[in-house]
């Protein structure tokens, strides 16, 4: 019997892998391995649901069985990759051993957790799967549809203000919540914005309501009732803040000990070359859990979906360097709608304001490199992409 390709992880970049090499191979057997359920969900949805007033069951786009059936994929759901072992072509599974004729890594990243004091420092939650957004969403709707019929108005303790954590307070703040961020850098999204521009964002989500406490970090957090909040939440500098839930978004990291047991070449991300392709022969490597030729982490949606297409015609016998043409993202504040467009990192240059909503990076030579637009101005993104060099 032909060895089937082993696909490891039912995010996005799994799915995507799988679906984009059945446009172009109908028979090849795929095994599909996860440790989650297989459900498919669009991971970007969860730090809007509230405004939308969607739950963990809205967000649940189609069940993991109809997407193995209309993909034509076996699904191996709830199990877990303990070990590869790339000699004899095999993966070592709570469920047993699969052997594979080409293997994908589509594992991901995982939150990134700082040691914390306090005897509520485990109740500390962060968001980056649906199963994690179902826990978020119960603490703060007392199991209601929406946070504004749940018995109090609840509190949120944001710990990061990147675009993730900015995302978050828009949509909770939006949504009658009470909502504190608080960040060691000086400003709001510092490593991705326009200083200027990172101002606007820090005064419009100010606007709505948004505590900002910049400079400064959670230092522990310890059950006690407060006035605003069941947990005590203490900052570095000595402050202490009142919360329901403290929710951490403090980035994310791709847990590297798996392949790293394998052998493969392991950096930010397990790397891979312009094909995908890891260190070890047959097997390939994609999405927030990947570092790409150029050396770059790009945990982002498009840059899944260029990846997905190029792996799949090379593992269907084509092969085929993935090319990322500049990737745009959009960053859900709608108090202060976003694209940025950075410059590859390590570029050198500056930012400056053309007009108003637009700014440009450009380079020593003058080269414009990244762009930011805000408000109506993000309607141009094509434009100004066309512009970067
Ligand atoms: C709240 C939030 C909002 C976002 N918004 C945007 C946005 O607006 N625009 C944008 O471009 N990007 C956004 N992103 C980023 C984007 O969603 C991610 O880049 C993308 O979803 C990552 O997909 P993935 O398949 O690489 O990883 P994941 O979705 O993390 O999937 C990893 C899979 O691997 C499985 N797995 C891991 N280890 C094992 C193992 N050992 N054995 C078996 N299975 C395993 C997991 O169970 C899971 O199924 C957002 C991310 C978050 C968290």
């Given at each position: 019997m032909q060895n089937p390709i082993v696909i490891i992880g039912a995010g996005l970049a799994g799915w995507t892998t799988a679906r984009e090499l059945r446009k172009l191979d109908k028979t090849t057997p795929v095994l599909l391995i996860t440790a989650d359920s297989g459900d498919f969900y669009a991971k970007p949805s969860l730090s809007n649901a509230f405004a939308q007033k969607r739950g963990p069951a809205q967000l649940l786009t189609t069940p993991a069985a109809s997407m193995a059936a209309s993909q034509n994929v076996t699904l191996q759901a709830h199990t877990r990759v303990k070990a590869i072992h790339t000699a004899s072509q095999t993966v070592h599974t709570s469920a047993?051993?699969?052997t594979y004729a080409k293997l994908v890594l589509a594992t991901g990243a995982q939150p990134i957790r700082i040691p914390m004091d306090g005897d509520a420092a485990s109740a500390v939650l962060s968001v980056n799967s649906l199963q994690d957004f179902s826990a978020f969403h119960e603490r703060l709707t007392d199991g209601q549809?929406?946070?504004?019929?749940?018995?109090?108005?609840?509190?949120?303790?944001?710990?990061?203000?990147?675009?993730?954590?900015?995302?978050?307070?828009?949509?909770?703040?939006?949504?009658g919540l009470a909502v504190t961020v608080v960040d060691p850098s000086a400003s709001?999204?510092?490593?991705?914005?326009p200083p200027g521009l990172s101002e606007e964002l820090r005064e419009a989500l100010a606007k709505q309501g948004v505590a900002w406490?910049?400079?400064?970090?959670?230092?522990?957090v310890d059950h006690g009732a407060m006035t605003g909040g069941a947990l005590k939440v203490q900052l570095d500098n000595g402050e202490v803040l009142a919360a329901d839930v403290v929710l951490s978004?403090?980035?994310?990291?791709?847990?590297?000990?798996?392949?790293?047991?394998?052998?493969?070449?392991?950096?930010?991300?397990i790397v891979v070359d312009a094909q995908l392709q890891t260190s070890a022969a047959?097997?390939?490597?994609?999405?927030?859990?990947?570092?790409?030729?150029?050396?770059?982490?790009?945990?982002?949606?498009?840059?899944?979906?260029?990846?997905?297409?190029?792996?799949?015609?090379?593992?269907?016998?084509?092969?085929?360097?993935?090319?990322?043409?500049l990737m745009p993202v959009a960053?859900?504040?709608?108090a202060l709608p976003l694209v940025v467009a950075p410059a590859a990192p390590g570029t050198v240059g500056q930012w400056s304001?053309?007009?108003?909503?637009?700014?440009?990076?450009?380079d020593t030579d003058h080269v414009i490199k990244g762009f930011a637009l805000s408000g109506a101005q993000t309607s141009r993104r094509a434009e100004l992409a066309k512009q970067v060099v």
């Open positions: 047993g051993d699969f549809e929406s946070a504004q019929t749940a018995a109090a108005k609840r509190h949120v303790v944001i710990m990061g203000a990147g675009l993730i954590g900015c995302e978050f307070a828009n949509d909770l703040i939006g949504s709001p999204i510092a490593a991705l914005l406490h910049f400079g400064t970090t959670v230092q522990r978004a403090i980035g994310l990291r791709a847990d590297l000990s798996l392949a790293q047991a394998a052998g493969l070449a392991c950096d930010r991300g047959n097997v390939y490597a994609l999405g927030d859990g990947a570092q790409y030729a150029n050396g770059r982490t790009l945990p982002y949606v498009m840059p899944i979906m260029h990846a997905g297409k190029a792996l799949a015609a090379t593992l269907a016998g084509q092969p085929t360097p993935v090319q990322f043409p960053i859900k504040t709608p304001q053309s007009e108003p909503g637009v700014w440009l990076f450009a």
